[in-house]
């Protein structure tokens, strides 16, 4: 399934920076799958956070020194970058499932209120 536009992407955070940082085949290789979610279509290389944080999922590419990763939830057609980061062994440090965790609250909270605030409008 392909969409008639692709989905806008939003990144929280820090995210944009950090993954700025990444070796150039990394971010094509990311970039190249980010691509593929906003378009409707299955990444190449990704992962499921979803057994520690409900819907979020993972774009993954590695390199001879690093994982790295770029978790990720789509949310009312907006795709919603919660962090980026890399890391030398098989596990992900539990310093970045509380940063996906902590964006995941605020972006939650934030479009609450931003909803909030358009039914306010619109009486």
């Given at each position: 399934?392909?969409?008639?536009?692709?989905?806008?992407?939003?990144?929280?955070?820090?995210?944009?920076?950090?993954?700025?940082?990444?070796?150039?085949?990394?971010?094509?290789?990311?970039?190249?799958?980010?691509?593929?979610?906003?378009?409707?279509?299955?990444?190449?290389?990704?992962?499921?956070?979803?057994?520690?944080?409900p819907k979020v999922f993972y774009l993954r590419?590695?390199?001879k020194d690093f994982w790295y990763r770029m978790?990720?939830?789509?949310?009312?057609?907006?795709?919603?970058?919660?962090d980026c980061f890399k890391k030398k062994t098989?596990?992900?440090?539990?310093?970045?499932?509380?940063?996906?965790?902590?964006?995941?609250?605020?972006?939650?909270?934030?479009?609450?209120?931003?909803?909030?605030?358009?039914?306010?409008?619109?009486?």
């Amino acid at each position: 399934m392909t969409l008639d536009s692709p989905l806008k992407v939003v990144f929280e955070g820090d995210s944009l920076e950090v993954i700025s940082s990444f070796p150039k085949d990394v971010k094509e290789n990311i970039g190249g799958d980010l691509d593929r979610v906003q378009n409707g279509e299955r990444p190449l290389d990704s992962g499921s956070l979803t057994n520690v944080l409900p819907k979020v999922f993972y774009l993954r590419d590695d390199d001879k020194d690093f994982w790295y990763r770029m978790p990720y939830i789509k949310l009312d057609d907006v795709i919603y970058v919660l962090d980026c980061f890399k890391k030398k062994t098989n596990e992900i440090a539990q310093k970045d499932i509380n940063t996906a965790r902590l964006r995941l609250i605020a972006l939650k909270q934030r479009l609450a209120e931003q909803k909030k605030k358009a039914k306010r409008g619109s009486k």
